[in-house]
């Protein structure tokens, strides 16, 4: 538990200092040489600041023991962040393309100031940062199994391709067409709402008990078909609780064995299942006594 808190600081840390800094100099570059796409995805890294925050506390809260209100546990705040953090994207994203558009339907193109070279350096710095915290974030996410944290390595690689967007604008605009710096920041609302609501359906996805993928579920068929005394499973279901599994499994053993005997087939089923998936909350095994199929048509 320890190491995994130091992993949460670590990554909130670089997170955020990051941000925080990319988002100043991104600031000033668009302010000083003049490039709409370049303060747009200033204002995108800025919510990245307040992303990680929230990234994090969700994480924390989700770590949090079961009390008396929460019998299950906690980990369904994680997804409440997840929410939070698609929503701030959202509109984020929104007020980006609003302003781009804006500019583009005023017509008047002549009268655009075309950017100069320090938003262009601005860009490329912007991208080769964001595409490397996005890579560390997506690694620290997967170690703490975080759907809040994997969310925020996504809104750092939203920001990369933003700055794509904002590269080819600007160049296009120091090209001879300034307009094309407004267009920019349109393209990178597009990224931005995308990347918003994919991260809003998978938190959404993991709170309505929605089940685990058929290759998640097929492997658990495989390993419970595997233990001894498994004569047959007769009911298998699973279900996403955050970031967790809860597995509801009814299996069939041999009707004239001790009921010690079928408990202990049981135990050891459950057992195993939480050695070999890391991420299962709970288990709940039925046992059945076994009928062959012939005896189960017999009328």
């Not at 570059?29 to 796409?37: D, I, K, R, Y």
């Not at 302003?99 to 991208?127: E, H, K, Q, R, W």
């Not at 990224?191 to 929605?210: E, H, Q, S």
Request: net charge negative.
């Amino acid at each position: 538990m320890k190491e995994e808190q130091k992993l949460m600081a670590r990554v909130s840390t670089i997170g955020i200092a990051g941000n925080v800094l990319l988002s100043a100099f991104k600031l000033i570059a668009g302010l000083l040489g003049n490039s709409g796409a370049m303060i747009s995805d200033a204002v995108h890294s800025l919510s990245d600041v307040l992303a990680t925050f929230i990234a994090l506390i969700g994480v924390k809260l989700s770590k949090r023991e079961k009390d008396a209100d929460h019998p299950y546990g906690h980990d369904r705040f994680e997804c409440v962040a997840s929410e939070i953090l698609a929503v701030i994207l959202f509109v984020t994203g929104l007020g980006i393309g609003k302003t781009g558009l804006d500019t583009i339907f005023a017509g008047n193109y002549d009268a655009l100031v075309t950017p100069s070279l320090l938003p262009l350096v601005a860009a490329v710095v912007s991208i080769v940062s964001k595409e490397a915290m996005f890579h560390y974030t997506r690694a620290c996410a997967r170690r703490l199994n975080s759907s809040a944290f994997m969310a925020d390595a996504w809104h750092h690689r939203s920001d990369a391709y933003s700055s794509i967007g904002s590269l080819i604008g600007i160049a296009g605009a120091r090209a001879g067409m300034p307009v094309l710096d407004a267009v920019a920041s349109v393209v990178i609302c597009v990224f931005i709402l995308k990347t918003a609501v994919d991260i809003f359906r998978d938190a959404i996805r993991k709170m309505t008990d929605c089940a685990c993928d058929d290759d998640y579920t097929q492997a658990v068929r495989n390993f419970i078909e595997k233990q001894d005394g498994v004569r047959n499973i007769d009911l298998l279901q699973t279900r996403m609780f955050g970031e967790k599994v809860y597995i509801d499994v009814e299996i069939a053993v041999d009707g004239s064995l001790p009921l010690q005997r079928a408990h202990a087939i049981a135990e050891n089923v459950h057992d195993g299942l939480e050695r070999s998936f890391d991420n299962i909350k709970h288990v709940m095994i039925h046992v059945n006594p076994y009928e062959p199929k012939a005896a189960q048509d017999t009328p």
